[in-house]
């Protein structure tokens, strides 16, 4: 579970315009005149022709005075269709329902030898669901300096690329330079790896700096790592987010929210018919549906206890108003209709050190600027009122659900 560079095309489709007819064109068809010299053609070399203007003069020429509205409209639909569905064949890859499949990780990892624990660093992108589950548990495990990371931004064929940002906000993670290797994009770190690859650069990564070597870029094998595998060099060893009791319980809970909540808005933004659609968006909002009930019971997915079902859980909700309701289709509710999984999602959000993982700005630029296939226009919504930050900070009150969850042992919880 990782988020992929987009491989888009460079080039787009670019419908001529109507016709203007009140107005004349400036490119004009030289008229015969006896002893007559036209200077146009020699000022035209000192000065081209406005593309625009020659597009609709050679529109004029090809369709008269007045273009067929219906032709016009059908020649784009056909074009426009052809083109998507060539651009969204690599950004997102379907099976034979058109219904998006993601691609496995190339490089997993369950434990690290203890001698290659010291030079491990962290590549991530800051709008990626499933690098910001690598950000958080880093964090709350106090792995910082432990772990380094370099933060990669989306570029403008969606690949990841390393830029400083000028002025950059000290409370929130900004994107940086490649702190590891120097390399300008994510694709030449990949590449470095011995033997080299050619394959998907996505994110989270972790790397090996002295090996120069990809150790992990499957997220859930790196907060694995994170909260048990190098306790230390861990600020806070003594918070475990996968305890043995509660093992079976997280798994369970994963296996229903990867493929209907994480896995599932991208299923619905990225399905290629509408019967993938139709099925990725009921999915989703029945396990929604599902998830809101649960939580009006207990405070957290397993019980009482923050585990790392919960944050996965959680980068995925803090996205929904943001992105995925809108860019993904996710219409049927927001977010913030949910009650409980808005305070839930409130309450995560105010633990220590879990906000100044969330870079909003990014996360939307991510989704609006990047995924041309989506949003062809790249106009960016304003953030809705139940993402920023103050709202975020309301009080949720799930604290009193402990003592209800305090009665019942974590082994009677129904996931059902």
């Known amino acids: 579970m990782n988020c992929s560079s987009a491989s888009l095309l460079s080039s787009s489709f670019l419908p001529a315009p109507p016709p203007n007819t009140n107005t004349s064109s400036s490119f004009k068809l030289p008229q015969s005149k006896p002893n007559r010299r036209h200077v146009t053609a020699k000022m035209s070399l000192n000065k081209p022709p406005d593309p625009t203007s020659l597009l609709t003069s050679v529109t004029n020429l090809l369709w008269g005075p007045s273009l067929p509205p219906g032709l016009l409209i059908s020649t784009v639909r056909s074009a426009w269709n052809t083109t998507w569905r060539l651009m969204m064949s690599q950004l997102a890859p379907s099976d034979p329902s058109l219904a998006y499949t993601r691609p496995p990780s190339r490089f997993r990892a ?49 690949s990841w690329e390393f830029k400083t940002t000028r002025d950059p906000d000290p409370d929130t993670l900004d994107p940086t330079r490649d702190k590891a290797n120097g390399y300008k994009t994510l694709k030449q770190v990949y590449k470095s790896r011995p033997g080299g690859y050619d394959g998907r650069s996505t994110v989270p990564m972790l790397w090996d700096s002295n090996n120069k070597e990809v150790v992990c870029n499957e997220s859930y094998d790196i907060i694995e790592l994170f909260n048990s595998g190098l306790n230390e060099m861990a600020h806070n060893p003594g918070l475990d987010l996968s305890p043995p009791s509660l093992k079976p319980k997280i798994e369970e809970w994963n296996s229903i929210i990867y493929p209907n909540v994480n896995n599932g808005v991208y299923r619905c933004g990225f399905a290629q018919s509408q019967e993938a659609y139709d099925v990725a968006v009921n999915d989703l909002f029945n396990t929604l549906d599902k998830l809101e009930d649960h939580l009006s019971r207990f405070r957290y997915l397993c019980g009482d206890e923050l585990t790392l079902a919960d944050v996965c859980l959680f980068t995925t909700l803090i996205r929904f108003d943001l992105a995925y309701n809108v860019l993904f289709k996710c219409t049927r509710r927001k977010l913030v209709e949910y009650p409980n999984l808005h305070a839930y999602m409130r309450d995560i959000y105010q633990i220590p050190k879990v906000a100044e993982t969330c870079n909003f700005q990014l996360i939307m630029e991510g989704y609006y600027k990047t995924l041309f296939p989506l949003n062809p226009g790249s106009i960016q919504p304003i953030i809705p009122v139940g993402s920023e930050h103050q709202e975020l900070l309301r009080p949720h009150n799930r604290d009193s659900l402990c003592l209800k969850g305090a009665r019942e042992s974590a082994s009677t919880l129904s996931v059902s």
């Open 110 to 158: 369950t434990q690290i030898p203890r001698q290659n624990r010291t030079s491990l660093h962290l590549y991530v992108g800051l709008p990626c669901p499933w690098a910001h589950r690598a950000l958080i548990v880093r964090s709350l495990k106090g792995l910082e300096s432990a772990v380094p990371v370099s933060i990669a931004s989306p570029g403008n064929d969606g």
